[in-house]
């Protein structure tokens, strides 16, 4: 297809690299791994990767603690690997999202080093400094989302400095013009070294009131959530640094950053995408929905009507932050119901982000006791939250030991379904998940009306049925998704169902379906995809 964007007509795949595969026997994944996961990657059907950040990190928040934005991590294989990793990603069609964290750096990061040893260092004011208020007290009531007041005391200068995650992960100071200018600089690093995009991890908090006033109050539970983030969050001054990164953006062909807004409903996050800002912003509601079509028809309308013409969409079901869709949506080992999201997010408008071990139905690992969290925000609320282990444990290759992952003890446990839940096995048989994934992947990048259709919704029933259009002047298609278990008829107007149609793809037959009286009787758990044209 000549005019296929990536980015947009694409599917990205976002790999936890601790934990895809390991190629040097030390038990944590890295980019030689990857690098011979890559076809695997090509075959299964996806056309680029998102990577958690492999920069050189103490792993307080296992990467998103940087210390050298410019260099990769040993135990990932460096740079030189990296260099390798993109030059066969690129061979492969496979474009390459970095992650970028500039919100904060790691308390090991030089600059902080240097910026804590003394009030006149030339870094000092690199990072949020402030003194105590009444003999000692904290400057404001900002909170840390990872538990206790986000400020800091530092005993050799006597003051205190701001943290919005641990106390590892001071925040920079974004209205210091150097600061801002040598993020650019590290931005046009990885640009000129070729990497095709950015995902931005909470950038809407880089700014913060330049007055510190206190938040306002509200209800909720953890003190975090007890706040409105009105003065640590999405501050004006956030526009004029999009404008000058999306102005460098486009001095490079096709290149493309997409934001995980911290905190934001999808209104806060359409802001920030448009010819001015991001490419696209993360919409989080989507992956907090129960399994009701009434709860995604929402969703994506709300989505769909929020950006209108000024953005595009993207949706997600799991990341390395949240519980995976499997163990969200099934109690048991049954995949019936990941394959009917797996055709809700392949065919939606918008670009589709898949986490890593998703195409096999990938379950959580449980979490039993304190002493093996490794995650600091599962150590901090335990056991209240258990933390994010639990979705990040090592990718699932073949029922041998450790999942084929590692030959040495992997740094977080495999999941004891590996030895039939894992990619050789599902390789083998045709009605596995993960080849429903593969099929699923192939269509949508052979059916343009997939990719560039626009979204009309016909119909969805609070419980059963959620079914919509996908149309182009050339092609119509139509997803019908039974969410229940029963036998449900799907009843449609008769001119939609005038000409001539086929059938895309189904969980549950092989033939195009019987319309009787403009009624399409669904099996329970059916995902249907017809097309027109
Ligand atoms: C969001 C990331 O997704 C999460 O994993 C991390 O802990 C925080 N940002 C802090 O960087
Ligand atoms: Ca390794």
Redesign the pocket.
């Given at each position: 297809m000549s005019d296929f964007l990536w980015w947009r007509d694409g599917v990205i795949y976002q790999i936890y690299p601790r934990s895809f595969m390991?190629?040097?026997?030390?038990?944590?994944?890295?980019i030689p791994?990857i690098i011979q996961k890559l076809d695997y990657l090509k075959d299964l059907g996806i056309d680029a990767i998102w990577l958690s950040p492999v920069y050189p990190s103490p792993d307080n928040d296992f990467g998103y603690d940087i210390s050298n934005y410019c260099d990769i991590d040993q135990?990932?294989g460096g740079i030189e690997a990296f260099d390798i990793f993109l030059e066969e990603s690129h061979q492969r069609s496979i474009r390459v999202v970095m992650d970028l964290v500039l919100n904060h750096t790691s308390d090991q990061h030089e600059w902080f080093q240097q910026s804590k040893s003394s009030r006149n260092n030339p870094y000092r004011d690199w990072y949020i400094w402030k003194e105590a208020r009444d003999g000692g007290k904290v400057p404001n009531n900002w909170q840390s989302r990872f538990g206790g007041s986000g400020w800091e005391w530092d005993s050799t200068t006597e003051a205190y400095f701001f943290h919005m995650f641990s106390k590892k992960q001071p925040d920079l100071n974004w209205r210091n013009p150097k600061v801002f200018n040598e993020i650019l600089d590290i931005i046009k690093f990885w640009l000129d070294k070729g990497v095709d995009g950015f995902r931005l991890d909470v950038f809407n908090a880089y700014y913060k009131d330049e007055n510190f006033q206190n938040n306002p109050h509200q209800i909720g539970l953890a003190k975090f959530d007890q706040q409105k983030h009105i003065h640590d969050l999405d501050q004006p001054e956030m526009f004029d640094f999009l404008k000058a990164f999306r102005q460098l953006l486009d001095s490079y062909p096709e290149r493309y950053a997409v934001g995980e807004t911290f905190m934001g409903d999808y209104h806060t996050a359409a802001t920030y995408t448009g010819d001015q800002g991001l490419h696209a912003a993360f919409e989080f509601d989507f992956l907090n929905n129960h399994y009701k079509p009434s709860s995604f028809y929402k969703t994506i309308q709300q989505w769909e009507n929020v950006l209108d013409q000024k953005g595009w969409p993207n949706y997600v079901l799991n990341n390395h932050d949240v519980i995976r869709s499997a163990s969200r949506y099934t109690k048991s080992e049954d995949d019936d119901r990941l394959k009917v999201l797996a055709t809700l997010m392949l065919t939606l408008r918008g670009t589709p982000f898949l986490y890593y071990g998703e195409e096999i139905g990938m379950r959580d690992i449980p979490i039993e006791r304190k002493s093996d969290v490794l995650d600091p925000v599962g150590r901090q609320f335990w056991p209240f939250y258990k933390g994010r282990d639990g979705c990040r444990s090592p990718m699932q290759w073949n029922p041998e030991q450790n999942a084929g992952f590692?030959d040495a003890t992997p740094w977080l446990p495999v999941h004891n379904n590996h030895h039939w839940r894992n990619v050789h096995s599902q390789s083998g048989d045709p009605d596995s998940l993960l080849n429903y994934y593969k099929k699923m992947l192939h269509i949508r990048k052979s059916t343009p009306v997939l990719q560039k259709g626009m979204y009309l919704p016909i119909t969805y029933d609070p419980q059963k049925i959620l079914a919509f259009v996908r149309q182009t002047s050339e092609q119509t298609a139509l997803i019908a998704l039974n969410f229940s278990k029963r036998n449900v008829g799907l009843v449609l107007s008769s001119q939609l169902l005038t000409g001539d149609w086929k059938l895309l793809i189904s969980n549950k037959r092989d033939t195009f379906p019987v319309i009787r009286d403009r009624k399409i009787l669904l099996e329970g758990n059916e995902a249907l995809v017809i097309l027109q044209g």
């Open positions: 390991d190629s040097n026997h030390d038990g944590i994944g890295d791994g135990k990932f590692s």
